[in-house]
């Protein structure tokens, strides 16, 4: 009687056990449940931001693209002797403004900074990529971090080869006036320095290689954006 009686109790006491167990599992799961939905939900915020980033640089790049290739055909212009006397000797005070050639290529620069809150956001995330190389947020980690390297780099080297120009034109009576009114006051020694000058011929070239550099990574991006803009898009219709 007594060995029935402990047996129960110790059935019963089971199948407490089980049941509290079970109660732990499942609360265990819809909390899990509740955690993935909550990171799906904030990736997917991630994601928008990201969207609209590259939506704003990939525009912004394609018009420094276009700055870059008219930049990168007046230095090779200018390289070859492609201007000829008769094209510069006609420039005075009342054209000089509209003068697209009469600019001083070697000390300017239109650098690229792409729009970063979206991937800043990511990282935050702590995203396990788990070595899916072909998952979404692989990609747009790898697209940042090899593009932030790259124009984090040129970006300095440009700005440097412009300082330098900048701190050479110093010697040049034309300074004052160039930098102050670059494209507002005709300096006829200005003109004939940039289409003449040796010196400014050999600056040229210089600058060119790494011009023609910048070129091809701008290109390069706003390719390799326009993929990612792709895939977001798809994610999100």
């Known amino acids: 009687m007594e060995k029935n009686k402990t047996g129960k109790y110790i059935k019963y006491a089971?199948?407490?056990?089980?049941?509290?167990?079970?109660?732990?599992?499942?609360?265990?799961?819809?909390?899990?449940?509740?955690?993935?939905?909550?990171?799906?939900?904030?990736?997917?915020?991630?994601?928008?931001?990201?969207?609209?980033?590259?939506?704003?640089?990939?525009?912004?790049?394609?018009?420094?693209?276009?700055?870059?290739?008219?930049?990168?055909k007046r230095l090779t212009d200018i390289i070859e002797r492609n201007i000829p006397i008769s094209y510069y000797d006609t420039i005075n005070e009342s054209n000089y403004s509209n003068c697209k050639k009469c600019i001083d290529d070697v000390a300017n620069a239109e650098l690229?900074?792409?729009?970063?809150?979206?991937?800043?956001?990511?990282?935050?995330?702590?995203?396990?990529?788990?070595?899916?190389?072909?998952?979404?947020?692989?990609?747009?980690?790898?697209?940042?971090?090899?593009?932030?390297?790259?124009?984090?780099?040129?970006?300095?080297?440009?700005?440097?080869?412009?300082?330098?120009?900048?701190?050479?034109?110093?010697?040049?009576?034309?300074?004052?006036?160039?930098s102050v009114l670059e494209r507002e006051k005709y300096n006829k020694n200005f003109v004939t320095y940039i289409f003449e000058n040796e010196d400014y011929r050999s600056k040229s070239a210089r600058h060119l290689i790494y011009s023609k550099y910048y070129l091809g990574n701008l290109i390069d991006y706003k390719k390799n954006a326009t993929i990612i803009l792709s895939s977001l898009d798809k994610k999100f219709k």
């Open 14 to 72: 089971i199948g407490e056990i089980v049941l509290v167990v079970v109660g732990i599992l499942i609360a265990l799961q819809i909390n899990n449940w509740n955690e993935n939905r909550k990171e799906k939900r904030n990736l997917n915020q991630v994601y928008r931001q990201i969207q609209k980033d590259l939506q704003t640089d990939t525009l912004e790049v394609l018009r420094i693209i276009d700055i870059y290739k008219e930049k990168n």
């Open 112 to 178: 690229f900074q792409n729009l970063d809150k979206g991937y800043q956001l990511f990282k935050s995330l702590n995203i396990d990529q788990n070595n899916k190389t072909d998952s979404l947020s692989f990609k747009i980690d790898t697209f940042y971090k090899e593009y932030d390297a790259t124009f984090l780099e040129i970006n300095k080297i440009l700005l440097n080869l412009v300082n330098e120009k900048i701190d050479d034109n110093q010697k040049y009576d034309w300074f004052i006036e160039w």
